[in-house]
């Protein structure tokens, strides 16, 4: 299997994410299992709502990367969260405003990127005809802003690069015409 990079989309730690950095679980759970010459790719993990049962700052914590250089971290869109459980709520409280800000930066991420791909990791999907069904959360306000970046990728910049070739001096017609 030859891969440039492996994303782990959350739940690294089942049942209850990592107690701290020196959890005996992430190397019982992650470096000793994926030990194969394949998977010794930089891994992308974001965190899960399992995950956030556990001590959420250990999983992002630099020393984890100092212990196996694949791991990094990244906090993930928290949806679902089961009532029962306790979870480690630190740096994502107030939970309306971190998903606001959140919604920005991807908004933001995908305006300014260049890049041939785009790929953006949930831990939840936005549709699914399994027994969770579809989040509502994420079709109501995620889903709007990749359309919006789909339909800008694949209609407005080809219509852009279209109307220039087709401007008689070159400069585009895009804008304000006066």
Wanted: proline content about 4%; overall charge negative; hydrophobic content about 40%.
């Amino acid at each position: 299997m030859d891969v440039d990079f492996i994303v782990s989309t959350g739940d690294n730690f089942y049942d209850n994410g990592l107690v701290d950095e020196d959890d005996p679980a992430f190397y019982d759970s992650s470096t000793n299992i994926y030990a194969a010459p394949s998977l010794q790719k930089q891994w992308y993990s974001i965190l899960g709502n399992h995950d956030y049962r556990g001590n959420v700052l250990a999983q992002l914590s630099p020393a984890l990367t100092q212990r196996d250089n694949k791991w990094l971290c990244m906090r993930s869109f928290i949806l679902h969260a089961d009532t029962d459980q306790e979870y480690d709520w630190r740096g994502v409280l107030p939970r309306e405003e971190y998903i606001s800000n959140l919604l920005k930066d991807v908004d933001v991420a995908l305006i300014e990127s260049s890049s041939k791909w785009k790929i953006v990791v949930g831990h939840h999907t936005i549709f699914s005809a399994g027994h969770h069904g579809n989040t509502q959360e994420l079709v109501d306000k995620l889903l709007p802003i990749l359309l919006i970046d789909l339909f800008n990728e694949f209609m407005y910049k080809p219509l852009e690069v279209a109307l220039m070739a087709s401007s008689s001096n070159g400069a585009s017609a895009m804008g304000n015409p006066s």
